[in-house]
């Protein structure tokens, strides 16, 4: 399962250079806001690099989430 990043982002630029696989990048979304977004095809998870998904780590407003789940 990817992780997702949702549209209360408000591009702190936390997460970006934590990616190992450079998973994140700045995309527009439906609403046309610019927010950072995570390429599910290069999403791991961080595994084989951390314990735990790094992004989830450092976000200060708790955004990133699996995707399916809300907040």
Do not use: H, W
């Amino acid at each position: 399962m990817a992780l997702q990043i949702l549209e209360a982002c408000i591009n702190c630029d936390m997460c970006g250079p934590e990616c190992p696989n450079s998973a994140i990048s700045m995309q527009v979304v439906a609403s046309g806001k610019k927010i950072y977004q995570i390429d599910t095809t290069l999403c791991t998870e961080c595994e084989g690099f951390y314990p735990e998904p790094t992004c989830v780590q450092v976000c200060p407003i708790d955004v990133v989430v699996k995707v399916g789940v809300s907040k």
